[in-house]
């Protein structure tokens, strides 16, 4: 199948082709689009993906945004936009894939199979014929919370690029099929976490690193940055069986095997001792859970542990990505998880 198949094309797109409004120009997209924007130099090119999930918009609203100013980048920009489909299903930006469908972001490795499949794969192709000398991949978390980066690579280039939109990178050698795997391709890439999908600060945010990105000279050097970078190291990724149930509730109902508090995402990037439950725990117990780090390794027992029916750090720990979407909790993983102090677990 050819990538014209797959995908639809925009050079240099006009304000007219664009819409009013970012809600306009996803009714206008049929297709997963490529967006070339010639640059200054046209030697070089940058490379930026976003709405791979189609439930987080900060990426689509700033990039829409920033093509309506009709900037001039330094060098050559190519924006990826995987999951149109998904994100143009009733009430739009509301459904992260489809329902029968992959995460697109699991996809970026073979074998590139289903329709999710075939967008990744060209996807792929696009970056390998631009040959970027960077590429960002913009998301939403899947809760409320502070921005930060993710990449499989802590180096300066890799520092530099986290720093154009916040001072905290997660650095993990777990693969999952990601596009921020790419970096393995020796092309500096780093997801973008921006913060929750109903955050205004988040669009800000989005939208302000696009354009650091698009218009400094160099975006890899720490010569640059806005800050310094607190980097933490191989997260513990904590995931819930499919079979098993979970309900955000103030008590538990006692039908759940795992129960939250509704606003346990409050507790993203903060330090949870070992005396703060995180919830409770149904007659499974921790059976129903698991903690996968880089190594593939399972040790429950350093993450957490039950104490009278509630669910407690087994040690003192910083945990991200938490998220009070059900689906998302079961689809993707309950949440990540360092020591308090940023490093690996185990």
């Not at 930006?93 to 972001?105: F, H, P, T, W």
């Not at 809760?143 to 986290?162: C, K, R, W, Y």
Request: proline share 6%; with cysteine.
């Amino acid at each position: 199948m050819s990538n014209s198949n797959v995908l639809d094309y925009l050079n240099d797109p006009s304000p007219r082709t664009l819409g009013r409004s970012p809600l306009e120009w996803l009714e206008r997209l049929q297709k997963p689009t490529v967006i070339r924007v010639a640059g200054r130099d046209r030697s070089r090119t940058r490379a930026m993906a976003t709405l791979l999930h189609g439930n987080e918009p900060s990426g689509l609203f700033a990039l829409h945004r920033w093509l309506l100013e009709q900037h001039t980048p330094e060098v050559n920009m190519l924006f990826l936009l995987g999951g149109v489909y998904p994100a143009k299903i009733p009430p739009t930006l509301s459904v992260r894939q489809l329902a029968e469908g992959r995460d697109l972001n699991r996809c970026f490795k073979a074998p590139f199979v289903g329709i999710e499949g075939a967008i990744a794969e060209a996807l792929l192709a696009e970056l390998r014929k631009a040959r970027p000398e960077c590429l960002l991949d913009v998301h939403n978390t899947s809760g409320t919370g502070p921005a930060f980066a993710v990449s499989i690579t802590n180096d300066a280039a890799h520092q530099a690029l986290t720093s154009l939109y916040t001072d905290r990178l997660i650095a993990t050698d777990l693969r999952l099929g990601a596009l921020m795997e790419y970096s393995e391709q020796e092309v500096p890439t780093v997801t973008i976490e921006c913060g929750g999908s109903q955050d205004d600060q988040a669009h800000e945010l989005a939208y302000d690193g696009l354009v650091r990105y698009a218009s400094r000279p160099d975006v890899l050097s720490l010569e640059n940055a806005e800050w310094d970078i607190d980097v933490l190291r191989n997260p513990i990724r904590v995931e819930i069986a499919l079979e098993a149930t979970i309900e955000y509730r103030l008590k538990p109902s006692g039908q759940a095997d795992l129960t939250f508090p509704p606003d346990i995402e409050h507790r993203n990037f903060g330090v949870v001792s070992t005396e703060e439950p995180l919830g409770w725990i149904g007659e499974k117990g921790l059976e129903i859970l698991t903690a996968i780090g880089h190594n593939r390794a399972e040790n429950m027992e350093q993450i957490l542990q039950v104490k009278g029916g509630q669910i407690y750090p087994a040690q003192a720990i910083r945990a991200f990505m938490i998220t009070t979407n059900p689906v998302i909790a079961k689809s993707d993983c309950l949440f990540y998880a360092v020591k308090a102090t940023g490093e690996p677990i185990f």
